[in-house]
């Protein structure tokens, strides 16, 4: 089989592209549905970056069950969701699965799982995270909800959920890669991820 991104040959039953990174089920033309939320970022053209704050919900260990706002009748558009609420404990993952995000401000944050990130991460009706992780960005170059990150055979993914300011993949000893919205992208230990003024290196 071959990767439909960058032509790449692959074994058969491999879920990810060992060249580009991308998920073999990735068509040039795939897109996942847009965030309905308005959004509120404020478009750069990657300027010098800002020190900002870093803070993390929830705690390792627990999920946060967010509840959702209701839908308007008129326009469809989501309302303001209510505050997180009611935790749940979660088994403890293996320690080969947990990755350490150094962030540009020196914050650090251990994950495991699945997670999003961005100034006010918020998952859409139906999705559920094992880590939301807040970025303090006072210039509003990160989106809300700017990327999702898993785990896939002990490598972190990282997909940009249709961010403003997209989402940059450096791998090490690589040059760096923009994202394509919705797909997702391996990122070894040693890789920075960019995001718009901030970043995050995974170890």
Known sequence: MTCRICGAE????????????????ATPESRRRPDPRPGDTTVIERP????SGVISIPVDGFRAAVAIGSVDDAGGELLA?????????LPT???ATRFVLTFS???????????????RPLP???EVFDHLVQIADRSLSVSKTHVEFGEHDG??????????NGTIVRRPDDGAM??????????????????????????
């Open 155 to 164: 490598t972190l993914w990282v997909a940009d959920r249709f961010s403003g």
């Open 10 to 25: 692959l074994p058969e039953g491999a879920m990810f592209c060992g060249e580009c990174g991308s998920s073999t089920s």
């Open 105 to 119: 401000t020196g914050e650090t944050r251990t994950v495991f799982g699945s997670g999003l990130i961005g100034r």
């Open 178 to 203: 923009r994202c394509e919205p919705g797909r997702r992208y391996l990122v070894p230990r040693g890789s920075r991820v960019e995001l718009a003024e901030q970043f995050f290196v995974v170890s």
């Open 81 to 89: 969701p209510a505050a997180p609420a009611m935790h749940e404990p």
């Open 124 to 126: 859409q009706p139906g």
């Open 93 to 95: 993952a293996p320690a």
């Open 48 to 51: 010098a970056r800002r020190n």
